[in-house]
């Protein structure tokens, strides 16, 4: 169990993709090919890198879509986040300042990572 915890607190205190990189080899090494969880784990993780370098604080994706929700400054384009909601206003809509509804079905966990992934690229400045 402490083990565990260790891991789990090295994984979520991972400063960039490389560290992430370095922990997950050294996992392979230590217990194996690693089980569908604790990829999703890591996968998580480097989303979240990925978020927070975009001034993303939250971006929370379910079975019926999501939210993003964003720093007062967000190194994001914001003419992605138009473009986004005029090509797809069914799809996404801004609740306010600082929220980015998304409606999209995403009914299993691999859709949540694709849509994920995509979001954080189309917002990339």
């Known amino acids: 169990m402490h083990t565990r915890l260790t891991l789990y607190k090295r994984i979520s205190s ?44 939250k971006l929370e994706l379910g079975q019926n879509g999501g939210r993003i929700v964003f720093e007062a400054k967000p190194e994001i384009d914001p003419m992605a986040v138009i473009q986004l909601i005029q090509k797809q206003p069914k799809l996404y809509q801004m609740e306010g300042p600082d929220r980015l509804r998304i409606r999209h079905p995403l009914p299993e966990s691999a859709d949540r990572f694709n849509a994920a992934r995509a979001l954080l690229t189309t917002l990339r400045p």
């Open 14 to 57: 991972a400063r960039d993709s490389a560290a992430l990189r370095e922990l997950q080899v050294e996992m392979i090494d230590r217990f194996g090919l690693l089980p569908d969880p604790v990829k999703h784990l890591f996968a998580i993780a480097e989303l979240k890198l990925q978020a927070n370098a975009l001034g993303i604080r």
